[in-house]
């Protein structure tokens, strides 16, 4: 079905991720990511971490707090999940849980999927005793996580590999 004729939170459904979904979520990642971020990023930058950032997280797939959003015909178009693992160090704060790795497709922007996403994360920390959420959003979903009632806490770079730095901002939310 051609997007625009889309009915918002209602041609989709969300469930728990699994690894069967890799091939899917590394489409929608490389789809959202090179498109989305195109306007926010250089080339260069580009170049360096999509094929870092665009590989779905086997750890993410295995934990049952990563979800995606699938068409009444089967297609994943969105994927995101928290985890009270902070990314990168794996360091556990109580009460604080981190968005991990979120993206729509981006013929599907703007029609409740990302929104549809974060409501099941926040209904599943919530019975896992989260109450403040922290996300390292990139500069192209800034705007979206603020729709969400996330606060700018400020600009971090975030070091994909030696020499890969990928410029974001830390926001956090409580739930």
Known sequence: MPPETHLAMTDFT??????????SVCAVLDASYSILMAPDYDPETLALALPLMCKANSTLLRSTTYYVAVTAEGDIIGCGGWTQERPGNGAIE??????????????WTRCGVGRALMNVCDKTARTHGTTRFECYSSL??????????????????ITLTPGCIFPSILMDRTL
């Open 94 to 107: 109580p009460g604080l849980g981190h968005i991990r790795h979120f993206a729509t497709h981006p013929d």
């Open 14 to 23: 969300t469930r728990i991720a699994t690894l069967a979904d890799e091939r």
């Open 140 to 157: 192209s979903a800034k705007n979206f996580y603020t729709a969400l009632g996330f606060s700018t806490r400020g600009p971090i770079d």
